[in-house]
């Protein structure tokens, strides 16, 4: 009889049980991708919300110092990308 499947099957749950040794492991090259899906949002999302925050305090501080006229140019874009990112996610 030949025994080469009960061969193969005991290699790999041989190969399952091994322990790895620390110098064995490898670390992936970008730190966060090793978490890109643990959290509630991925890292565009949280880039694309940054991006969006950085345009809202600009319109404000525009706002505060020069009037509604110019920053309602800003406001316009970060509305622009509001809808976007409805649209897009």
């Not at 193969?8 to 966060?32: F, N």
């Not at 565009?44 to 809202?56: D, F, P, S």
């Not at 505060?64 to 990308?81: M, Q, T």
């Amino acid at each position: 009889m030949n025994t080469y499947p009960d061969d193969d099957r005991t290699e790999r749950i041989r190969q399952a049980r091994q322990v790895l040794a620390g110098s064995e492991l490898r670390l992936p090259r970008e730190p966060m991708s090793a978490r890109a899906h643990e959290g509630p949002i991925s890292i565009e999302q949280r880039n694309y919300l940054i991006a969006l925050g950085v345009l809202l305090l600009l319109a404000i501080v525009i706002y505060a110092l020069a009037g509604l006229g110019i920053a309602s140019a800003v406001f316009f874009i970060l509305a622009i990308g509001l809808i976007a990112g409805w649209l897009i996610f």
